[in-house]
C-alpha cells in the first residue's frame, strides 16, 4: 500500500511539473497585448506646440480584448486617455491621442504609455527630442487671387483635342457595334421566316 501511495505521489508532482507551465503558457495566449511603437508628429501653430501620439499594438491572444490607452509625461504636464478599442486577436490596433501645450518643448522628454487589458497594466517608455521655436520668425501668410485661380480652373477643366478624340472614338465604336447588332437581328428574322 506504501508504494502505491508514493508511486501516486510522484506520478501527481511529475503530472503538475508538467500541466503548470502548460496551464500559464495558455493564460499568457488567451489574453497578451504587445506594444508595438509610439509615434508623436508634430505641427507648428504659431510657435505653439500641436502634438498627435500614436499607439501601435497587436493583440498576442487568442480572445477580443477592450484596450484603454494612457500616455503621460510630467514634465510637460501632459496625462491623456485614449478612448477604449476593441482588438481581435492576431490583429492590429492603434490609437491616437491629441496632445496641445502652451509652450514649444526643447529637448529631450521621456513618456510614459500605459495599456490596461484584462486587468493588466502594460508599460511602455519612450523619449523624443524637440528642437523648439525656430528663432526666425515664420513669414507671414500670403494671400492668394482668389479670380485669377478660378479661371486657371476654368481653362484646365476644358477637355483637351486628345480627350475629343478618345470620345468621338469610342461614339463611333457604340454606333458600328448598333449597326452590326441591327445586322444580325434582321438576318435572324428573314431566316425565321
Request: charged content about 20%; some cysteine.
Amino acid at each position: 500500500m506504501k508504494y502505491t501511495l508514493l508511486s501516486w505521489i510522484i506520478v501527481v508532482v511529475i503530472m503538475g511539473s508538467i500541466i503548470t507551465p502548460v496551464t500559464a503558457q495558455a493564460i499568457t495566449e488567451l489574453h497578451d497585448i504587445s506594444i508595438l511603437n509610439v509615434f508623436i508628429s508634430e505641427k507648428y501653430l504659431e510657435c505653439k506646440k500641436d502634438l498627435y501620439a500614436s499607439i501601435e499594438m497587436k493583440n498576442e491572444g487568442i480572445e477580443n480584448e477592450y484596450v484603454h490607452v494612457e500616455l503621460s509625461n510630467v514634465e510637460l504636464g501632459i496625462d491623456e486617455f485614449a478612448p477604449i478599442i476593441m482588438i481581435q486577436p492576431k490583429k492590429l490596433g492603434s490609437v491616437t491621442i491629441p496632445l496641445t501645450l502652451e509652450e514649444e518643448p526643447e529637448g529631450a522628454y521621456e513618456f510614459e504609455v500605459l495599456v490596461y487589458f484584462n486587468n493588466e497594466v502594460k508599460r511602455y517608455f519612450k523619449t523624443f527630442a524637440f528642437q523648439g521655436c525656430p528663432e526666425t520668425p515664420l513669414p507671414p501668410p500670403t494671400t492668394l487671387n482668389l479670380a485669377s485661380e478660378s479661371q486657371s480652373q476654368k481653362t484646365s477643366q476644358q477637355p483637351s483635342a486628345h480627350t475629343w478624340y478618345l470620345i468621338g472614338m469610342v461614339i463611333l465604336i457604340f454606333i458600328l457595334s448598333m449597326i452590326y447588332l441591327l445586322k444580325l437581328y434582321i438576318e435572324k428574322r428573314r431566316s425565321g421566316d
